[in-house]
């Protein structure tokens, strides 16, 4: 099979069963009344079915195992698949009855230990030092994990208005793909980078505003997981410019918002309304207004990462300057029309 056929059939096969999934999905949970119900920190207004990442994930999946099993290292993405698994496991039960954050983060913390200490040698390519050697391997190790934790995490935080989960995962992930095509890089990468966005694509078109259903955390938890792991390969890979342009407006609304509330004494696992990206729904954009922006910005990132690849460190000012300028548009009210 050549390279451009194996693409077209990562993105479209995983974009058509990702959709056809859903759809079934949908129906089960409507069929059983699994709704998220609104409250004071919801930006719905009416109960909606959640659990949607079923599809995506029961399409991402089995599209991994088939890349891993043609790819030079078939065991490398072993760990990967198994950690996702449990995390969809332990989501599922978050979504359904409601779990501390104890049993949460444990399982999470679980999931990234066995995938930075996978068999052969390690889940990321060559060496696996995503640093470079900056660090001692140790340290190299600890930073990437509390790095892919947080990742983690943001990415469950972020899935909060229709659209926008699906929209930044299709994003990554074709933004994996190219970057990882530009440089030459392992096959695999550019394969599992277009089959998670197929997937994503697939769930978006049942979840663009107004949504028919949301992802919930059997599907953003585990999502996380997988992209990070993309990320800090593609980081492993040499390209840690790339790696961290291309998921840019997600670190940064997510990490300025905690660290905000950090400061300001706030509880920071619990859920809330303060993202820039909920706030501009507050003030008057609707939810595909404010998704089409963040796709916006990051077509300019994914642009600015395949430049990264001749250019290195010196595309990162025009970077932070687009998404500084998203964040202060997003806390901007809208004017109502005269």
Same mark, same amino acid.
């Given at each position: 099979?050549?390279? +451009?056929?194996?693409?077209?059939?990562?993105?479209?096969?995983?974009?058509? !069963?990702?959709?056809? !999934?859903?759809?079934?999905?949908?129906?089960?949970?409507?069929?059983?009344?699994? #709704?998220?119900?609104?409250?004071?920190?919801?930006?719905?207004?009416?109960?909606?079915?959640?659990?949607?990442?079923?599809?995506?994930?029961?399409?991402?999946?089995?599209?991994?195992?088939?890349?891993?099993?043609?790819?030079?290292?078939?065991?490398?993405? $072993? =760990?990967?698949?198994?950690?996702?698994?449990?995390?969809?496991?332990?989501?599922?039960?978050?979504?359904?009855?409601?779990?501390?954050?104890?049993?949460?983060?444990?399982?999470?913390?679980?999931?990234?230990?066995?995938?930075?200490?996978?068999?052969?040698?390690?889940?990321?390519?060559?060496?696996?030092?995503?640093?470079?050697? @900056? %660090?001692?391997?140790?340290?190299?190790?600890?930073?990437?994990?509390?790095?892919?934790?947080?990742?983690?995490?943001?990415?469950?935080?972020?899935?909060?208005?229709?659209?926008?989960?699906?929209?930044?995962?299709?994003?990554?992930? +074709?933004? %994996?793909? @190219?970057?990882?095509? $530009?440089?030459?890089?392992?096959?695999?990468?550019?394969?599992?980078?277009?089959?998670?966005?197929?997937?994503?694509?697939?769930?978006?078109?049942?979840?663009?505003?107004?949504? *028919? $259903?949301?992802?919930?955390?059997?599907?953003?938890? =585990?999502?996380?997981?997988?992209?990070?792991? #993309?990320?800090?390969?593609?980081?492993?890979?040499?390209?840690?410019?790339?790696?961290?342009?291309?998921?840019?407006?997600? $670190?940064?609304?997510?990490?300025?918002?905690?660290?905000?509330?950090?400061?300001?004494? *706030? *509880?920071?696992?619990?859920?809330?309304?303060?993202?820039?990206?909920? *706030?501009?729904?507050?003030?008057?954009?609707?939810?595909?207004?404010?998704?089409?922006?963040?796709?916006?910005?990051?077509?300019?990132?994914?642009?600015?990462?395949?430049?990264?690849?001749?250019?290195?460190?010196?595309?990162?000012?025009?970077?932070?300057?687009?998404?500084?300028?998203?964040?202060? !548009?997003?806390?901007?009210?809208?004017?109502?029309?005269?």
């Amino acid at each position: 099979m050549s390279g +451009a056929l194996a693409l077209a059939l990562a993105l479209g096969g995983s974009f058509a !069963l990702s959709w056809l !999934l859903t759809g079934r999905v949908l129906a089960y949970l409507r069929r059983k009344a699994i #709704l998220d119900h609104p409250n004071d920190r919801s930006s719905h207004s009416i109960p909606t079915p959640r659990g949607g990442g079923w599809g995506v994930m029961l399409t991402l999946l089995p599209a991994w195992a088939v890349i891993a099993a043609t790819a030079d290292d078939p065991l490398r993405a $072993l =760990p990967i698949l198994v950690g996702a698994v449990a995390l969809m496991a332990v989501s599922w039960m978050d979504d359904r009855r409601g779990l501390g954050p104890a049993p949460r983060f444990l399982a999470q913390i679980a999931a990234v230990v066995a995938g930075l200490s996978a068999l052969p040698g390690s889940a990321l390519p060559g060496d696996g030092l995503v640093f470079q050697g @900056l %660090l001692p391997f140790w340290a190299d190790r600890l930073v990437a994990a509390v790095g892919w934790l947080w990742f983690v995490n943001l990415f469950n935080f972020m899935d909060g208005i229709d659209g926008l989960a699906g929209g930044e995962a299709a994003s990554i992930g +074709a933004g %994996l793909a @190219l970057v990882a095509a $530009l440089a030459g890089l392992d096959p695999a990468l550019a394969l599992y980078g277009l089959a998670a966005a197929g997937a994503a694509l697939g769930f978006l078109m049942w979840n663009w505003y107004p949504a *028919k $259903l949301f992802m919930g955390d059997v599907g953003s938890v =585990p999502l996380g997981f997988t992209l990070g792991w #993309l990320l800090l390969a593609l980081a492993a890979s040499g390209l840690w410019v790339a790696a961290l342009l291309i998921p840019a407006y997600f $670190l940064a609304d997510a990490t300025f918002t905690l660290l905000r509330r950090l400061v300001e004494g *706030k *509880k920071v696992w619990q859920a809330h309304r303060e993202h820039f990206y909920q *706030k501009a729904t507050q003030r008057g954009r609707s939810h595909a207004q404010v998704v089409r922006l963040v796709l916006m910005l990051n077509a300019a990132l994914l642009l600015l990462a395949a430049a990264s690849l001749a250019l290195g460190w010196v595309v990162l000012p025009a970077a932070a300057a687009a998404v500084v300028l998203l964040l202060a !548009l997003l806390a901007r009210p809208v004017r109502a029309a005269a």
